[in-house]
């Protein structure tokens, strides 16, 4: 079983910074891909950021110059540096994660609110 657990969400002021971390634990052989979604209620869930094994990422055209995924292999996390944010930046964030190239797996979601 693989587990990932998410963490830094919050309440936060327009403009204000949050830092989100999502680690990955349990049975883990090879981690091909991590990333961020989000989801507002009532909207769809979409791909805020992606960071391969590789180490090449992508961004949803949002977020980009605002928000900065990385990786920690060796500790089998990511994390989504959300600077600059808004109100329309307010969701639930969720981390997810393919192992072996096959398996997906999603964490519990993390509140991030933004108010003005």
């Known amino acids: 079983q693989v587990q990932l657990v998410e963490s830094g969400g919050g309440l936060v002021q327009s403009g204000g910074s949050l830092r989100l971390s999502c680690a990955a634990s349990?049975?883990?052989?090879?981690?091909?891909?991590m990333a961020w979604y989000r989801q507002a209620p009532g909207k769809q869930r979409e791909l805020v950021a992606r960071?391969?094994?590789?180490?090449?990422?992508n961004y949803a055209d949002s977020v980009k110059g605002r928000f900065t995924i990385s990786r920690d292999s060796a500790k089998n996390t990511t994390y989504l540096e959300m600077n600059t944010l808004k109100p329309e930046d307010t969701a639930a964030y969720y981390c997810?994660?393919?192992?072996?190239?096959?398996?997906?797996?999603w964490g519990q979601g993390t509140q991030v609110t933004v108010s003005s």
């Open positions: 997810y994660v393919r192992t072996d190239w096959t398996t997906n797996h």
């Open positions: 349990g049975s883990i052989s090879n981690i091909n891909a």
């Open positions: 960071i391969t094994s590789s180490g090449d990422t």
